[in-house]
Structures are given as structure tokens and as C-alpha cells.
């Protein structure tokens, strides 16, 4: 599955932004879905993720303010980030995975297979 990345752009705080992570390939539904995001001078981290059931789970500093969803009949998962905060600039990735495990995914100690190229979110105070 091949993987890319849409919405970035500059916000002001407490704004609002929707990405989009757009798939090819076949079978996309059965996939689990997730959102990461680094900055220079962190390393990547994860934001949010979900299954091919819909079942999601999110990094505790985004919880209540972002929310993932997917529409498979498009090919897409989206990200929907609101209460943007300067701390939330980021390069966000999506990334893909055959295997169901948010719990592991979501702390950061499971790696993707599948990466896409990312997408700049810059969050102004």
C-alpha cells in the first residue's frame, strides 16, 4: 500500500485543520491506519490510530481534541485536529500496518511497514 499525506498548513492557535492520508492498493480496509508527527527536535511519536474495525486510540496530548475516522470506499484516513496548540507543529506522517494492536502503536513501540511522505502542520501563537 502506498501512503500520502494532505491538509498541512499554517493555522493560528486554537484553530482547527483536517489532514488527509490517501491510500492506493488494493485491500485498504483491512489495514490499521495511523498518525504520527515529529519535529526537528524530537523523534517521531505517534498521534493517533485505527482499525480496520474503527476502533481507535490516541497519545494522551491530543486526546479531546483530535479525532481520527476513515472512509474506506475513498481510500482515506483523516485526521481532524482542533484546539491547535504551537506545541502541535509538527510534520505529521501517516503510516499503515496489517497488524491490530492500537495499544502498542499508539505508545510508539510498534513500527509501521508502510510510510507515507509527510505534510506540514505549523501551529502560530
Known amino acids: 500500500v502506498q501512503l500520502q499525506a494532505f491538509g498541512g498548513g499554517l493555522v493560528q492557535a486554537g484553530g482547527s485543520l483536517r489532514l488527509s492520508c490517501i491510500a492506493s492498493?488494493?485491500?485498504?480496509?483491512?489495514?490499521?491506519v495511523g498518525w504520527y508527527r515529529q519535529t526537528p527536535a524530537q523523534e517521531r511519536e505517534p498521534v493517533a490510530v485505527?482499525?480496520?474495525?474503527?476502533?481507535?486510540d490516541y497519545a494522551d496530548s491530543v486526546k479531546g481534541r483530535f479525532t481520527i475516522s476513515r472512509d474506506n470506499a475513498q481510500n482515506t484516513v483523516y485526521l481532524q485536529m482542533n484546539g491547535l496548540k504551537p506545541e502541535d507543529t509538527a510534520v505529521y506522517y501517516c503510516a499503515a500496518d496489517l497488524v491490530d494492536d492500537l495499544r502498542t502503536m499508539v505508545a510508539g513501540t510498534h513500527t509501521m511497514d508502510y510510510w507515507g511522505e509527510g505534510t506540514l502542520v505549523t501551529v502560530s501563537s
Open positions: 492498493g488494493r485491500d485498504f480496509s483491512i489495514y490499521t
Open positions: 485505527i482499525n480496520n474495525s474503527g476502533s481507535a
